[in-house]
């Protein structure tokens, strides 16, 4: 149990295009989603919290204008790149929620962006 | 300050112990975490442990945690082939509301 997938696993895209990835809980309701950007030989960073039905909480220096994100039922969140460029190319992971406590977050396999 | 740092890479023989090392700053961190990275899934929650705990052992892994130096370590007893990952430590800070604060992971190769 408590399998969280994503959609696609990777993508390339050309600069100014959008790019929409998703994530969901595959056998459990999540009512909190994360979504982490991963640069190489970097730590895991959290860019925003998603409650189902509610606007996400951005953590500083993420643009929310940029990182669209839309958590519309219990078991899918989506992060959209806007206008995406090449700095945005990174390695993108969600995770869900089932609780409170840390160890109730589940994460998904990943997202790899190339922006061209 | 928040930073957790972990060695960069590992390597052992198939049948040795790994140990993977972390330092982090935050001592009113709770919880202490570690998670497995493999290529294509996504990570996995290992063992952790309370902040007043010193010793956690869970099958082939041990975590002993020296609160006063702040020092965390990832003991993997008998590794295997499958063991091949990445390992990433992570802290809770004040009890951050689940936010997790990470170190950059330390990549285990074992080798036959």
């Known amino acids: 149990g408590a399998v969280v997938s994503q959609h696609p696993s990777r993508v390339i895209c050309k600069s100014g295009t959008s790019v929409k990835i998703e994530c969901r809980s595959l056998?459990?309701?999540?009512?909190?989603m994360f979504w982490y950007r991963q640069f190489p030989k970097k730590s895991l960073m959290l860019m925003a919290t998603?409650?189902?039905?509610?606007?996400?909480?951005?953590e500083q220096g993420v643009e929310k204008d940029k990182f669209l994100i839309n958590h519309a039922s219990l078991t899918l969140s989506t992060l959209t790149v806007t206008s995406a460029h090449p700095e945005d190319s990174s390695f993108y992971i969600c995770?869900?929620?089932?609780?409170?406590?840390?160890?109730?977050?589940?994460f998904g396999p990943g997202t790899r962006l190339l922006v061209l | 300050g928040e930073d957790v740092e972990q060695s960069l890479f590992l390597s052992v023989r198939e049948g040795d112990s790994s140990v993977i090392n972390c330092t982090y700053t935050d001592s009113s961190s709770t919880y202490l975490y570690w998670y497995k990275q493999e290529p294509g899934a996504g990570l996995q929650l290992l063992t952790y442990?309370?902040?007043n705990m010193d010793m956690k052992q869970d099958q082939r892994l041990t975590v002993l945690l020296n609160k006063k130096d702040k020092h965390l370590s990832l003991r993997i007893a008998d590794t295997q082939t499958g063991d091949s990952a990445i390992y990433f430590c992570?802290?809770?800070?004040?009890?951050?509301?689940?936010?997790?604060?990470w170190g950059l992971g330390t990549s285990l190769a074992v080798n036959p």
């Open positions: 998603s409650n189902e039905g509610s606007k996400a909480t951005y």
């Open positions: 995770s869900a929620s089932r609780g409170t406590r840390i160890e109730t977050q589940y």
């Open positions: 992570a802290e809770d800070g004040a009890g951050n509301n689940r936010k997790l604060i």
């Open positions: 056998d459990f309701q999540a009512t909190t």
């Open positions: 442990i309370f902040s």
